[in-house]
């Protein structure tokens, strides 16, 4: 059986660096956002969808409108959410594996720890997150979980203020600590 780690944390925290730490040591590893974007740009139902809903299915469309207006965000992840968890369970269980790991952002947020056996949480300080975010940290942010939180509901926590080795490091000693 497939011992099931999900990584989550904030905006510019460094969740997916934390997936390719994963990886590079040979766990198969799946990124919840991968999914959407991937839904976003081939699903012809959730296309449809957004056209209809939306007026669009360019992700900066969708991101202006949805951020914008609470209702809408919630009609998205009413949308997107059923579907990433179904392609989550279904990738899960085509696996044979001792480890797999899955990168859900939104973990606490919508209650899915409870379906995994060991949560990681990755952290980093506000002017670290800021450097990295790709994109601004604006109202998304303000509705997530503080870190402080899901550090304290986390099996395992890290502070990405460091190199790419340090989080690698880390990443290894979880893979030991799970595997022993």
Do not use: C
């Amino acid at each position: 059986m497939t011992l099931k780690v999900a990584v989550t944390g904030g905006i510019g925290a460094g969740k997916t660096e934390a997936l390719r730490a994963f990886a590079r040591r040979g766990v198969p590893t799946l990124s919840a956002d991968d999914v959407v974007h991937r839904l976003i740009a081939e699903d012809a139902e959730v296309r449809a969808a957004l056209e209809e809903r939306l007026g669009t299915t360019d992700r900066a469309g969708i991101a202006a409108v949805v951020f914008a207006d609470p209702a809408e965000l919630a009609w998205l992840e009413g949308l997107l959410h059923p579907r990433v968890r179904r392609e989550q369970e279904a990738w899960l269980d085509g696996l044979d594996a001792e480890v797999a790991v899955t990168e859900i952002p939104l973990l606490f947020e919508t209650g899915g720890e409870a379906r995994f056996d060991a949560v990681v949480v990755i952290t980093a300080p506000d002017d670290v997150r800021a450097a990295r975010a790709v994109r601004a940290r604006d109202a998304r942010a303000a509705r997530l979980i503080p870190d402080f939180e899901k550090v304290e509901r986390a099996d395992f926590a890290y502070v990405n203020d460091g190199t790419l080795e340090e989080l690698d490091a880390f990443v290894g000693q979880v893979l030991a600590r799970l595997s022993g």
